[in-house]
């Protein structure tokens, strides 16, 4: 017996005065015992008190003489959120009345705890109080309902990503990681376990609709003409296999001394011809595009969503794009996605076969940095994207995950279909807030105990495992090429290599 329940109780929440020998931490389970009823319960808050030295300011004399005998008076109090009743070592809904007051408490058996928590697919780690009861999620309910991975900055967001990526790889999905820092490392084009695919994206400006494209580029919202002949030239282009923007500059370059343009082009040529200030303009916008991003651009690449390989990890290093494109760039290759899965259902429905990117299998597509892409203040295609896959991405087989570490910032009503959530260390009490209004499966002595975590240590909420409890994530080895650089070693001229600090999970 660990302690009995005290003060006020109701269906779904005790308070716990525990004995001084009880071993009880935070996150352990423990069984409420009440004459024919036994509930599983969870310990949620810890605080600790003194009989005597918590009442208000005491003399020196009496707190010392106190500190000798600290143990007479102390008391600690543990609040447990009920989980539900246990009947034939099955865990059921809560219970019809509250535990009575005074009724025994006692830590929960592993093998008690085991029975529950071991019925997913993948094993992530283990509970939070105690290594030796692994921890399995339902695989199955995270691709299909969509998952949330939260934290703040070294908490355990890019370790919790490469495992639950080489996992759900060895297992035979196709996962696609959009890695915006280039930090997960594919060797042999093995990454972990699984099958590995890297992409180093390009960019083709045939593939971008012209109205982006401009966006891209760079042209002012003010700058009409400029627009205008920008749409004009690109209708002539657009059918021509031909390097676009480098022939798009030749021809305002021609315009602009007024010969060597294509005749079909006159009419063009005739309405801004007494506009010289528009052609160099959009020419000269155009050549400091190319000149800047010569390295990514190419008109013969092609689409991110055919280079996509069923059945492994694929890793697109998105971070090889500058800011600006990539929201561009991301919006498209999501629903690309979700279009493919749609187009193998059409497929199977109709007897046919499509002409475009087909996914036969389910795909889990992991986005990083979702407060940029998915935030609550601006319109982007991306955060239009996700809305679209989190609507109707369970039906095609389209499930996702949104990793941050600003959740404050996100959209709400999309962080608010993200049915899983891995909620790692937070210290911010907006971000905390975000997570509490995710789910109506926490309650705000589960989220403030978000702070008092170690990197790796979480809370897990959502229909991917049975009920919201703390877990210690599994660590992963050579997937990460995240390191501490030797900031005093660079300063004193030392050739050193990245510190490794493995006490922090980035």
Known sequence: MSGYVIGRATVDRVEVLLRRDSGIRLGDFVVLEDGDLRAMGIVDHMESGHRIASEGILSQEAVEQLAKEREMGAFSIAMIRVLGVIKDGK?????????????????????????????GHLEIGHVLSDPSIKVKIDVNRMVARHLAILSMTGGGKSNTVALLASELGKMGGTVVILDFHNEYVVTGNRFGDAPAFVIDPKLNPRQIEPEKLIEIIGLNPNATNQRTLFHQIYEYLKSRDKPLLQ????????MAKGEGFPEELN????????????????????????????????DRASKVIDMI???????????LLPDYVIDVFVG???????????????TKEDHHTSSDRVLKKPIFVILEEAHILVDSKRKTMTKDAVIRIAREGRKFGVGLALVSQRPSSMDQDVLSQMNSIIALRMISKKDKNAVAEASDQVDEAMVESLSSLNPGEALLIGPFVPFPFFAKIRKVEGLLSSSDPDIVGEWDGREEEGVKDDSILL
């Open 247 to 254: 022939i798009m500059s030749k021809i305002l370059e021609d």
């Open 309 to 319: 390989q069923e059945e492994m990890v694929n890793i697109v290093r998105v971070g």
């Open 91 to 119: 865990l059921g809904g809560l219970p019809k009345r509250p535990i009575s007051v005074l009724s025994e408490v006692r830590k929960a058996r592993p093998a008690e705890i085991s029975s529950i928590l071991q019925k």
């Open 332 to 346: 498209t290759l999501l629903s690309d996605i979700l279009l493919a899965r749609k187009a193998y259902f059409l």
């Open 267 to 298: 009419e063009v040529y005739d309405r801004f011809k007494g506009k010289k200030d528009s052609i160099y303009g959009l020419k000269n916008r155009i050549d400091y595009f190319l000149k800047r991003h010569k390295s990514i651009l190419n």
